[in-house]
């Protein structure tokens, strides 16, 4: 898709992907663990790592989060979020399937965690290839996906 983009991170883009970290998966993060504002916001600011993340862009506005950890053997998707006024434009499947071609060029493979109450995102992530390995957390609440 035409206009989709990354840029780094810089520390004013803190509230914002506080901001975005709420709409995308406050609903789920309620469901497991309850919506706590100050906990989550304070989480926040101890991950916050703009060195790292990125900033995904459509026309060039603002419109999502993507970090993935560049680990010897594989490329770990750490994050991805998209703001809701951003749904069903293929802009997550775009740049996940970037980063699996990138992964097979380099001989790796992608993995990355879903909450299992995230029924949307682990559809998606199916559709793109990736298989269930295993369940982890607390009670299974994590579900550890690879793409080969």
């Not at 509230?15 to 309620?30: I, K, S, T, W």
């Not at 809701?84 to 970037?98: A, F, M, V």
């Not at 290839?129 to 295993?134: A, S, T, W």
Request: net charge negative; proline share 3%.
């Amino acid at each position: 898709m035409d206009g989709i983009g990354l840029r780094s991170a810089t520390p004013d883009d803190a509230d914002f992907c506080f901001e975005l970290h709420r709409l995308a998966m406050g609903e789920y993060v309620a469901a497991i663990w309850g919506w706590n504002d100050a906990d989550q916001r304070e989480y926040q600011q101890r991950a916050f790592d703009p060195g790292h993340w990125q900033i995904i862009t459509v026309d060039g506005t603002d419109a999502g989060l993507f970090i993935v950890e560049d680990r010897p053997e594989e490329l770990y998707l750490g994050r991805i979020e998209l703001h809701p006024d951003h749904p069903g434009r293929s802009i997550g499947g775009t740049l996940i399937r970037g980063l699996i071609d990138r992964a097979h060029a380099q001989g790796r493979h992608v993995t990355l965690d879903v909450l299992t109450v995230n029924i949307r995102a682990y559809a998606l992530y199916r559709r793109l290839g990736f298989q269930e390995k295993y369940r982890h957390g607390d009670g299974g609440i994590k579900i550890r996906m690879r793409c080969a």
